[in-house]
């Protein structure tokens, strides 16, 4: 009882976060249980109850804390650098490989698939990573749907081609941002095709 107790004072609010951030990340939603996370944690199931109402309010918090984190904190911390609108997005795609952003964001997402809470959240992170990175894309001088495309094209790679193709080594890995970097950010020769407003005759 005594070192339940000790555990139990020990353990904060963001500990039961993260040991059910690393639980769905490995198993997924299904796995993250108040039972569960008690045993990881080595307390028992009412020391989760000093912390959150139930687990509708852990998951909430949980969502909170990946928008947060992954999305508000890196936005926060890399405008207050200063830099120039092209060195903002290299240090955004720099800071997701560096801290393995995508790994969290998999998961995430595949929760978001059948929860209308995940879901809600999901689309509120993506709707501001678009619009940081867009804005940097317009302060290059692109604009309209090409600005648009770029910011996707962006986000797509960045978020998303980790979980589609083996990691290269690092050294590859360092190569091909640069060169994606250099590619998102240079202006095409080409004029940029705008969709019709209506079909011609």
Known sequence: ?????QARARLSRQDWVEAART???????GAVSVDRLATSLGVTRGSF?????????????????????????????IADLGLDPSNTILAWMRTILNRQA?????????????????RAVV????????????????????????AENRSRLWLHYELAAP?????PSAEREAALLLERHRFLTTPSTEPSMQSPTEESP
Do not use: C, N
Request: charged share 25%.
């Open 1 to 5: 009882m005594q070192q339940e107790a």
């Open 163 to 167: 979980a589609m193709f083996a990691g």
């Open 23 to 29: 639980m769905l990340v490995k198993a997924g939603i």
């Open 49 to 77: 109850y000093h912390h959150f109402a139930d687990r509708a309010d852990l998951l909430q918090v949980l969502l909170e804390d990946w928008s947060r984190r992954w999305t508000y904190e890196i936005d926060a911390q």
């Open 102 to 118: 995508a790994d969290d964001d998999a998961p995430f997402r595949a929760w978001a698939l059948h929860d209308p809470m995940a």
């Open 123 to 146: 689309k509120q992170v993506d709707e501001a990573r678009l619009g940081f990175i867009t804005r940097q894309f317009e302060a290059l001088g692109f604009t309209g749907i090409d």
